[in-house]
């Protein structure tokens, strides 16, 4: 009895680190893509179409060469190339799937050791919050980014 | 043997478009993007048209490129037709040959379209499809005559690639990506600023121009963040940035820190203060893992990719390395890299890293060059090849 009980106590603690590194590379994979981001505000004049406001272009278009056919569209092209980087790199596994190629071209990890910063102020980090991982320098620093929540504070020098 | 010929040579970043045709002794760099302003509500602006944007703050962008491929293309479209224009560099490609790159492992659907667009749109006489880094090698060896090898490394907008050039050709197997380039630079900048003291999250342009006026690769690290903790005088790191107002001020400037506040003076600006910012943002690039991307930073990829080499072309690849690209223009990027692949490398073998006066316009001057080569004709593609064999010929013609 008493050592099933125990047994359940240790999966769940274990099933919470998963989900806590499982969060954790959710976290990490967000920020990354946060700073792939082209604009982090909403387009300030979404009504304002481009191809219509440049009909100076097409008058460029139809003056060279003379016997010029009318030019596409960018709305053409928009539609006949239309797929995804995320499209475009699994076509390039099927179609391509022998290295090299973009996937294989990939630098590997680093063999230099990781090294972890205050998430406040860039320095050198000594404290660690266990629940979410994050590092910082100092309690202050820590107070600043009043973070974790105080419910959880479990702090280790590190 | 050399021949003189015009071509036209779009070396066509994701960041900017460096074009021109080959007698001209500099190309144009165009922003290859549309931007949108707060302040105007009536036009957008295309590419260097933003030079008339009174107000630059708020900038939305639309960009043709993502993750450093072409995807949006009535983006890039727009973009290419402003650039053909009269308005800004007029091309003839019924005449003139027309050089392009594109990058390393281009996709075959967006090297089907590139190749449509221009025979079928532009109406090509004939063409070159290339990666730039091509371009940048042809150029190192003609300025160098008698180099073997070439190691080239391209730290542009959206990636840095480091790519064994040997007897001219590129050894594909050796060709390593490091997904960190200036997009992830201004972007993480960005963000610590905002953290840390003022909300710039939506000023990517100006935020652009703080990375570039004020960050450096750092020689020594760990000596310079300890610098950059200290206080007054001794941190001799610390700097103010002066930002633009818009109304007074159109281009923001980094200042030393004045200890008296000039009274007045202040009141009217917006200063930011950087202090590590200055180079633990260039410092991704020789450790991507600072940001939790587990991939080599710049040198130990560059030993990485010299070591799948034929073992006697590594002597001259180390010899010979080639930066290109907007981020080797930090201050003390090439001595960084010297330095740390010169500790990797054997050491009987001589390490050389080769900074360009101008980085960004390498590919484009070497574009030019090879136009003059009696070669070029047999390296493009006519219309009417085209016409006839369609893309099969251009994927077996052009090695991008
Ligand atoms: N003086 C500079 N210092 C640091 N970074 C720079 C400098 N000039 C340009 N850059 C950066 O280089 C990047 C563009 O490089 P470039 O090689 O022109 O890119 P691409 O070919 O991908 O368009 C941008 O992120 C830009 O901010
Ligand atoms: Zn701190």
């Keep these: 009895m008493a050592s099933a009980r125990e047994s359940g106590r240790l999966k769940d603690a274990n099933q919470k680190r998963i989900l806590d590194e499982a969060a954790r590379r ?6 990354l893509e946060a700073l792939e981001q082209d604009n982090f505000h909403d387009d300030p004049h979404a009504d304002l179409v481009m191809s219509k406001k440049v009909p100076k272009f097409q008058e460029t278009l139809e003056s060279r060469g003379g016997r010029r056919k009318k030019a596409r569209s960018a709305e053409y092209y928009k539609q006949r190339f239309r797929k995804t980087f995320a499209q475009l790199v699994e076509e390039d596994q099927n179609y ?11 630098a590997p990890p680093s063999k230099v050791p990781e090294r972890h910063f205050c998430a406040v102020c860039g320095f050198t980090s000594n404290y660690k919050c266990i629940p979410c991982g994050a590092r910082y320098c100092s309690v202050e620093a820590l107070r600043r980014a009043d973070h974790p929540p105080k419910e959880s504070y479990r702090m280790c020098k590190i | 043997m050399a021949i003189s010929r015009e071509v036209f040579v779009l070396d066509n970043g994701a960041y900017t478009a460096k074009v021109g045709i080959s007698n001209s002794e500099h190309p144009r760099v165009i922003p290859n993007c549309i931007m ?9 602006f295309v590419g260097d048209q933003l030079e008339d944007c009174r107000d630059a703050s708020g900038l939305f962008y639309i960009l043709p490129f993502q993750k450093g491929y072409l995807v949006n293309w009535d983006v890039q479209k727009n973009v290419w037709d402003y650039i053909f224009s009269k308005e800004c560099c007029p091309a003839n490609f019924s005449e003139t040959p027309l050089v392009v790159t594109e990058p390393y ?15 079928e749109e532009y109406e090509c006489k004939s063409l070159l499809r290339i990666n730039a880094g091509d371009l940048s090698c042809y150029n190192y060896k003609k300025k160098n005559p008698g180099t073997l090898c070439c190691l080239l490394v391209d730290s542009g ?4 690639h480091v790519v064994p050039y040997i007897k001219g050709k590129k050894l594909k197997q050796g060709i390593r990506r490091i997904d960190v380039g200036g997009k992830m630079l201004t972007n993480h900048l960005k963000e610590i600023i905002s953290y840390r003291q ?54 923001g400037y980094v200042r030393s820190i004045d200890p008296v506040d000039k009274a007045g003076e202040s009141e009217q600006q917006q200063i930011l203060r950087l202090n590590n910012e200055r180079f633990t943002v260039p410092e991704i690039m020789f450790h991507p893992s600072d940001l939790g991307i587990s991939q080599m930073g710049i040198p130990e990829a560059i030993c990485h990719s010299i070591g799948v080499c034929p073992v006697e ?70 219309r009417e090849e085209y016409e006839e064999e369609g893309h099969s010929l251009c994927f077996e013609k052009f090695d991008i």
């Design chain 1, 26 to 31: 959710r976290r990490m994979r967000k920020a």
């Design chain 1, 96 to 106: 391509n799937p022998d290295p090299p190629n973009y996937m294989s071209a990939q």
């Design chain 2, 36 to 44: 949108k302003a707060k302040s105007e509500r009536r036009r957008p």
């Design chain 2, 105 to 119: 492992f281009n996709f075959p659907s967006i090297q089907e379209a590139m190749t449509e667009i221009f025979f």
């Design chain 2, 157 to 160: 907008y959206s990636f840095t």
């Design chain 2, 198 to 251: 003022l909300h710039v999250m939506d000023e990517t342009h100006v935020m652009n121009q703080v990375k570039e006026d004020a960050c450096f690769v750092s020689q020594n690290f760990f000596r310079d963040m300890d610098i950059a903790r200290k206080r007054d005088k001794e941190n001799t790191i610390a700097r103010d940035y002066v930002l633009p107002d818009f109304t007074t001020l159109r281009r």
């Design chain 2, 313 to 382: 072309a590594q002597p001259h690849l180390y010899a010979n390395i080639l930066l290109t690209g907007g981020c080797s223009l930090f201050p003390g990027f090439r001595e960084r890299v010297e330095a740390e692949v010169r500790s990797r490398a054997p050491d009987d073998l001589d390490v050389q890293v080769t900074l360009p006066a101008n980085p960004v316009t390498y590919a484009w001057h070497g574009g030019a060059l090879l136009g003059q080569d009696s070669e070029f004709s047999n390296m493009t593609v006519s």
